[in-house]
């Protein structure tokens, strides 16, 4: 399929998605042919607030799945996303401490830029950053798996109540069917 092809089906609104090999991708557009439509007319009229901040992981599997998730929940555009590997465990994790930081800096900015109110941790089921940083034992089991992240929302949870107790935190774990459930 060429490029412009690829092009009336993004126009049409259809759904292409090629799979591309590492040997192929040398043949991909340079990125100053490509104009995505933007919702964003005028700042005044879309105004500047995200009532939410989605805490995702970086897992590629499921972007589509999350987006649509987010949309069907709360409408387009109504939330800023930090995307970390693991999520919950990418804010507050022994291995990568300097990520901690990273993840408060953000929901400081969230927060005042875009006066959100709550931050939504959505991790998800076969974590490749969970079975890294807490062990394959941790998620070989769908019970382990619920309560390995249970308790890394306990911690994100606690963390973000002492530095930012206005904020309401929502926890929930999709499966890689798409099916999302919440774990406190």
Known sequence: MTWNNMA???ILGLSFHPIVH???AHNEPPAESIQVPSSVSTPEEYGHIAPYLLITCMDFRLRDEVQKFMELRFGPDQYDELILPGASLGALNAQF???????????????????????????????????????????????KETQAHAEQFQAVRALLQDKFPTLQVETL????????????
């Open 173 to 184: 774990i999709m499966g890689l069917d798409g099916q999302v459930e919440t774990v406190d």
């Open 22 to 24: 590492a040997d192929t």
């Open 97 to 143: 401490p300097h990520w901690r930081q990273t993840f408060e800096d953000v929901v400081k900015l969230s927060v005042e830029l875009h006066h959100s109110t709550r931050v939504i941790f959505l991790d998800h089921r076969n974590c490749g950053a969970y079975k890294k940083l807490k062990g394959e034992a941790c998620c070989d089991e769908r019970a």
């Open 8 to 10: 009336l089906f993004f």
